[in-house]
């Protein structure tokens, strides 16, 4: 049985990340990561821009097998972990493989979340891995007529590949407003007008009910609309965190992902989480949060390894994502959740909008539409937790600027 100093589960950029950092701290030590993919590192966050062909496939790797034989990784492809035997140390692989660790990093991340409809149909397409963004590629001359499924950020980056593709395409989303509800109905109507730019229908509050063969390809029947036709199907309705093999380990799931403290470690000694994968405590929110993209799981990893290489700190990131698609720059930071109270700021015309999330007078989240401008300024307000009771009224219009309200220092 094969042992290591740092074992990692994942080859993503947590676990990679994390895997280069250890080595740079502690050189003498033995270290592996375990992938279920066959390749090594590449960019999810490119794989839009390769389908619309701005970037090259070969573009896409941010790694090669010699870089990790060069830092003296182990790389283990297309070997997947199915049960932790905690008591022994050790991981067990698909394969009936035991491996042996003294620290274990948790970095699985997520698969695409399944769809009851998308079992054995070669016109349903998903974008999660290389893998997925290679089949599209090869048949996207094909596709004259799309549906896109759900209301999520991979959603809209199928819309705007569709739209690059001059495809015409209806977005079908379960939900009244988009992103879970981050956005209320101004800022989902702002959405809408600009879809239809495009070219895009939108239909919301409905879901699929059926999909069958029809004269001109395929034909969708919603619960509450008419056929729709089409020859493909794009399916953004988010992931799974990879968890499975978690079962009878004794590690603490919680609410969504893998419980840890702000260190990453998670209620086993020397079993640590980060990614996609981790529900960590954060800092500046106050809580148990989870935040699934590129930036903060590579800010994660880094963290992670130097703490399993003995430098030891917390980790304090806002949590925040953002992204250009179909003319607009759409940003969300903190917590926005739709049970929590908003201020809304709205410029039809100038096509702007904020949602700024509060708890009391203490903003906690923001969803802001081509007001990038604004993000540091709110940043600084939620880190600090700064009371902006008495301008409550002055930010419900974009005549007041909202640096101009004074961040406790």
């Known amino acids: ?8 589960i994942g080859g993503g950029v947590a ?20 992938s279920s993919e066959p390749y090594p590192l590449y960019s999810r966050v490119l794989l839009p821009s390769y389908l619309k062909r701005r970037v090259s496939r070969d573009k896409l790797f941010l790694r090669r ?8 990784i182990d790389f283990l492809p297309q070997m ?17 493989q035991f491996i042996g660790f003294k620290k274990l990093l948790l970095a699985s991340g997520g698969k695409v979340r399944k769809w009851e409809k998308d079992e054995g149909q070669n016109f349903i397409y998903r974008l999660q891995t290389i893998d997925d963004a290679d089949r599209l590629f090869n048949n996207l001359e094909k596709i004259k007529k799309a549906v ?4 999520s950020f991979i959603a809209l980056e199928f819309l705007e590949i569709l739209a690059v593709n001059k495809s015409e395409t209806t977005l079908l989303t379960k939900e009244e407003n988009f992103f879970g509800g981050m956005l209320e109905e101004q800022g989902t109507e702002l959405m809408k007008k600009n879809m239809a ?6 239909i ?11 004269d001109q390809g395929l034909a969708i029947t919603t619960h509450q609309t008419a056929n729709i036709n089409c020859d493909a199907i794009a399916v953004g309705i988010g992931i799974e965190r990879n968890m499975d093999f978690l079962k009878n380990s004794g590690v603490e799931v919680g609410n969504r992902g893998i419980r840890t403290n702000e260190f990453f470690e998670t209620s086993q000694p020397q079993v640590y989480a980060a990614g996609d994968v981790a529900e960590y405590y954060d800092p500046p929110l106050g809580q148990y949060n989870l935040c699934g993209n590129w930036t903060t799981a590579f800010l994660q990893g880094k963290r992670v390894g130097l703490n399993m290489a003995g430098q030891k700190e917390p980790f304090s990131s806002l949590p925040f994502y953002s992204l250009t698609n179909l003319g607009f720059h759409l940003t969300c930071l903190g917590e926005c959740r739709n049970n929590l109270e908003s201020i809304v ?39 600090t937790k700064t009371n902006i009771g008495s301008y409550r009224q002055k930010l419900s219009t974009f005549d007041f600027d909202i640096n101009e309200i004074p961040v406790i220092k």
């Open 15 to 34: 676990g990679v990340t994390a895997a280069e950092t250890i080595r740079e701290k502690d050189p003498e030590s033995t270290v592996a990561i375990i």
């Open 345 to 383: 700021r709205y410029d039809n015309y100038k096509d702007l909008y904020e949602r700024i999330f509060l708890k009391g007078d203490i903003i906690t989240g923001a969803f802001l539409i081509n007001r990038f401008k604004d993000k540091n300024a709110i940043a600084k307000l939620i880190e």
């Open 80 to 96: 997947e972990a199915v049960s932790i035997k905690m008591s022994r140390r050790e991981v067990e692989l698909s394969s009936g």
């Open 197 to 202: 730019r495009y070219g895009i229908q939108v």
């Open 148 to 151: 896109v499924v759900g209301g």
């Open 1 to 8: 049985m094969s042992y290591y100093d740092y074992l990692i």
């Open 65 to 72: 097998l010699d870089d990790f034989a060069q830092k003296k």
């Open 204 to 214: 919301s509050d409905d879901r699929v009910d059926s999909i069958f063969s029809s």
